[in-house]
């Protein structure tokens, strides 16, 4: 926990300065999670014996990054042709003897869609009008209900939410987190209402807090499918006690795709 705890203020003194000032420095720590965690993705699948491409999906998710940061109106036409790149180069590794390059294909492709272009809603959220403020609205949300799920699950935690993906969640822990996550969606909607630019209801703050807490335990789950057809226990070992890059943004995306469409819904 002592561990746990040190890496996650670690991780904050990164993160805060990178939404206060956004630009680059905030696609340079962003990328960095998301492209490491395509990293992390290849190899899970990799240690069951598949075979994606690693140069075109961190290559490619790396690009779809810079081109939703820099040149949005590059991104759509980038990402379609790193999908047929990606179907290129496995129907040359079938014709060579790769009798799985479908599946391989598959899992290149997906890597692409799910961590490059949905992955890149993280941008997105922070290129919105008031983004740093929106940023640190939303994702907050999360780690709160993280850790509220966390420390009260491994406490009082008895019945087991999902015992194949991840058997350590508990109903008990994950309730807690949805209590956690809704009270600071209330109270971020009052603060920065009071304090800051964003006109926000407390009545909106708890909708989002509830739904952000509700939801984004899928992606955490999602994560978890991953590692668990690649009889791994973590995306990888970067951060102690806290495990790869994936671990730290599983959720995060979920929460950055929820944030955008309920602030353009909303507020624009």
Known sequence: MARRT???FILLALAIPAIMFGGLFYFLVIGFFVVTASWEYV?????????PSLYLTVGGVFLILAMRAFRPQWAEPVFVVLV???????LIAYERGRDQAALDFMITAGGLIYLGWIGAYLIDLRALP????????VLPIVWLADSGAYSWGAR???????????PKKSWEGYWAGVFMGTVYGAF???AYSKYGPLNVSILQGIILGF?????????????????RFGSEKDSGNLFPGHGGAFDRIDSLIWAAVIGVYWIRFFFL
């Open 43 to 51: 190899h899970m699948f990799r240690a069951a014996k598949f075979n």
């Open 211 to 227: 739904v952000l807490s509700t939801v984004t335990t899928l992606g955490d789950l999602g994560e978890s499918l991953f590692k």
């Open 6 to 8: 040190v890496t996650a």
């Open 84 to 90: 047929l790149l990606a179907m290129t180069v496995h």
């Open 188 to 190: 971020f909607a009052f």
């Open 130 to 137: 008031n983004g740093g403020w929106w940023v640190m609205f």
């Open 156 to 166: 009082y935690g008895k019945r087991k939410m999902t015992p194949r993906l991840s």
